[in-house]
Nanobody, 119 residues
Framework: QVQLVESGGGLVQAGGSLRLSCAASGRSFSRYGMGWFRQAPGKEREFVAA??????DYADSVKGRFTISRDNAKNTVYLQMNSLKPEDTAVYYC??????????????WGQGTQVTVSS
């Protein structure tokens, strides 16, 4: 069993930055692929970024602006978000499971953290 708790969301102006954190409890954190997804009002949940043991993957919409990283010693995964745009506004979810772009490949989910980017 893995529990995930996100933090770091908030309100930021367009062009600004935020860093999201996802703290995991439970064993074998390093074995899991970790992902970030987001869901805007009225839209489906969409893939943002994923990190495996040494690989990373990004949605085209965030490539070059967002960076995913992990600290296995701290059981934490991060999402550094730069050059934020109003269209990045969403609830951001952390997930643990396979290293994948598809939500169904992830077993554990956090409760989400709101990110709002004002124009």
């Amino acid at each position: 069993q893995v529990q995930l708790v996100e933090s770091g969301g908030g309100l930021v102006q367009a062009g600004g930055s935020l860093r999201l954190s996802c703290a995991a409890s439970g064993r074998s954190f390093s074995r899991y692929g970790m992902g970030w997804f987001r869901q805007a009002p009225g839209k489906e949940r969409e893939f943002v970024a994923a990190i495996g043991w040494s690989s990373t993957d990004y949605a085209d919409s965030v490539k070059g602006r967002f960076t995913i990283s992990r600290d296995n010693a701290k059981n934490t995964v991060y999402l550094q978000m730069n050059s934020l745009k109003p269209e990045d506004t969403a609830v951001y979810y952390c997930a643990a499971g396979a290293y994948a772009r598809v939500a169904r490949e992830y077993t554990y989910w956090g409760q989400g953290t709101q990110v709002t980017v004002s124009s």
